[in-house]
């Protein structure tokens, strides 16, 4: 028996996506791949890694609640790609 801890269904979605880390710190631009959304969050591979509780200020333009999102989880994807998985806010 497996255990989903989603709240919502995700939905695929393969795009690129650009976001910024602080947008009142920085104007750096940051780029990652969605690879699926739901109406609570989406899973995001990004090749800089973030921390749990970070936030994030997506600019790509989505169908998302919020541009805002919260870090929940991260794992090494690949030798330098991260899988995080993200909360709207």
Same mark, same amino acid.
């Given at each position: 028996?497996? $255990?989903?801890?989603?709240?919502? %269904?995700? $939905? *695929? /979605?393969?795009?690129?996506?650009?976001?910024? /880390?602080?947008? !009142? =710190? &920085? *104007? #750096?631009? $940051?780029?990652?791949?969605?690879?699926?959304?739901?109406?609570?969050?989406?899973?995001? !591979?990004?090749?800089?890694?973030?921390?749990?509780?970070? #936030?994030?200020?997506?600019?790509?333009? !989505?169908?998302?609640?919020?541009? &805002? =999102?919260?870090?929940?989880?991260? %794992?090494?994807? #690949? #030798? *330098?790609?991260?899988?995080?998985?993200? %909360?709207?806010?």
């Amino acid at each position: 028996m497996t $255990f989903d801890q989603r709240k919502n %269904e995700r $939905f *695929d /979605l393969p795009c690129n996506i650009e976001y910024v /880390l602080n947008p !009142l =710190a &920085t *104007d #750096e631009i $940051f780029e990652g791949v969605a690879i699926n959304i739901s109406t609570s969050g989406m899973c995001l !591979l990004v090749s800089n890694p973030l921390y749990i509780g970070q #936030e994030i200020t997506i600019i790509s333009v !989505l169908p998302i609640p919020s541009q &805002t =999102a919260t870090v929940r989880w991260i %794992e090494k994807h #690949e #030798e *330098d790609h991260y899988k995080v998985g993200l %909360e709207f806010v």
